[in-house]
């Protein structure tokens, strides 16, 4: 018998880390819209970068162009909860939200089942 503990009857959150996707949604404050952006880009490129992170997409309403939905999926929810969304890069931006955003955002939070990406030759919306 092996001295390795048998995990196959404990909860996958405790045997290998849990991917999480949040789907957030802002309005902001009408002539807000480019102080926002200032704000989030530099948030958005910093978190390229961390080791936990696997994707992020900023949208902008067609019709409404003062609401914003980012939708970031991570492949640790611990490590999102506990170390990303502390990180000091987040503070101007999370400092400011209040006095701009119309309303409260709303976070929902996702499990990933299934991921599927094809890019169109010469798509780059980014600015």
Known sequence: MSSTADTR????????????????????????????LSLLTPVLDAMRHEPTFINATLHRNPDDPTRFMIHETW??????????I??????AYLDRLPAILRDQRQITVWQ???????FAKNYDRQE
């Open 9 to 36: 009857s404990q909860p996958a959150s405790h045997t290998r880390s849990e991917p999480i996707s949040a789907v957030v949604v802002l309005h902001v404050k009408p002539g807000c819209e480019a102080e926002f």
């Open 75 to 84: 492949a640790d929810r611990q490590d999102l909860i506990e170390v990303q």
């Open 86 to 91: 502390p990180r000091p890069y987040r503070r």
């Open 112 to 118: 990933p089942m299934r991921s599927d990406f094809a």
